[in-house]
Structures are given as structure tokens and as C-alpha cells.
């Protein structure tokens, strides 16, 4: 099914993006059906720009892509709902969305969808494919050495900054090791989620 673009004299349909992990809606803007058709070839979203009369695609100048993961179509098929990877701030002022909300979990599914490019080009030129060249009994192990660093950092010393870091470090390579499991956060999230569902049941 398609959008009926021949709905409006203009040739145009209103487009929603949501981000498709957080649910969290970015943006609203147009497309035409060469806009559309871009869209689905290349997989980063073009909308087009009334002031311009021209196709964009968000992110050209910033770098800050939409990557498109899912087109759904109103009950009319005259509105686009597209769920998309945004790879960084979406409004032109620099805030997450164009409603001003923040959207900084999203980073989370950012970084692994960096992990997943990286993991298999030359191992000279990426740490994360460096670990993924020794194999998944290494990013476990490194995964271990982290946590310790964790717990050290916590317990016998003040610094929140070290901290921090160290828990940074632990998260990132928990990432990878759920990559090298082909694992996700998500499906940890959805874990955590159905244990939820559970104990509120009981």
C-alpha cells in the first residue's frame, strides 16, 4: 500500500518521525512521491522542503541522518508514520527534537548500530573489531575486567568522575558482548520488562 499523494492539490502528505526505540516523536515534515521512492531506495529519509520547493534529506549538510527502520500508513493512507535511527540531534537549534524534549537514551541504539558497522572491517583501523578479531571468550573476559574496575572504582575510592568512566567502559563493552552474541539491549530490556510485568500480576 501506498500514500495517496493525489489526495492534496499539492502532490504532498504529512510525515511523523518517531524514534524506534524510544518511541519518542522527533520531527513532522512532507514528502512528494520522489521524496517517498528516495526514501526507500536509499534508506535515509528525504522529505521535501515547501519553502525550497525542493527534495532534503535530513542530514546532508549536518551529518545528523535519519535512517529509516519502519513506513507505516494511516487508516487513509494519507499521513506517514516512518520509526527511524536518528544518528544525532534532529532540530536545526541542536536539541534532540524539534519540540524541544530530550532524547538522549537514544544514544544507547546509536552506539550499537556503530558497533555493528565496525565489527568486521580491518582490525588495524577499530578497536571494536580488534575485540571482535580475538573472538567472544575475549570480549568476555574484557567484559569481566571492567566490572571489576567497576566495583573498585565504587567501593574503595571518592572519585565520581572515575567512576563514571569506569561504568562507561563496563556498558560499552556489555554492548559488545551482546553483538558478538547477536544480542541486543533491547532484548535485555525486554527481559527486564516481562519480569516487571510478571511481579505486577502476582
Known amino acids: ?29 512532507f514528502m512528494n512521491e520522489e521524496a517517498y521512492n528516495k526514501t526507500l531506495q536509499e534508506g535515509k529519509v528525504t522529505f521535501y522542503s515547501r519553502s525550497k520547493q525542493s527534495l532534503w534529506t535530513k542530514g546532508e549538510t549536518s551529518g545528523n541522518y535519519l535512517l529509516k ?24 537549534t541542536g536539541n534532540d527534537t524539534c519540540f524541544g524534549e530530550s532524547n538522549t537514551e537514544q544514544f544507547l541504539y546509536t552506539l550499537e548500530t556503530i558497533i555493528d558497522q565496525r565489527k568486521d572491517i580491518d582490525p588495524k583501523n577499530s578497536y ?25 572504582e565504587a567501593v574503595q575510592n571518592d572519585n565520581d568522575e572515575a567512576f563514571l568512566n569506569e561504568a562507561a567502559d563496563l556498558f560499552f563493552h556489555f554492548l559488545i558482548l551482546l553483538k558478538s552474541k547477536n544480542k541486543s539491549l533491547k532484548d535485555v530490556l525486554h527481559v527486564l520488562q516481562q519480569r516487571h510485568q510478571e511481579k505486577t500480576n502476582k
Request: glycine share 6%; charged share 25%; aromatic share 6%.
Open 69 to 92: 527502520q519502519e513506513i507505516l500508513l494511516d487508516c487513509d493512507n494519507d499521513t506517514i508514520l516512518i520509526k527511524v535511527l536518528p544518528t544525532g540531534p534532529i532540530c536545526h
Open 128 to 152: 571494536i573489531a580488534s575485540l571482535f578479531a580475538k573472538g567472544k571468550n575475549k570480549i568476555a573476559q574484557k567484559v569481566g575486567e571492567e566490572a571489576v574496575e567497576v566495583v573498585i
Open 1 to 29: 500500500m501506498k500514500p495517496n499523494f493525489d489526495k492534496y492539490h499539492d502532490g504532498l502528505v504529512p510525515v511523523i518521525i518517531q524514534d524506534a526505540f524510544t518511541n519518542k516523536v522527533l520531527m513532522l515534515g
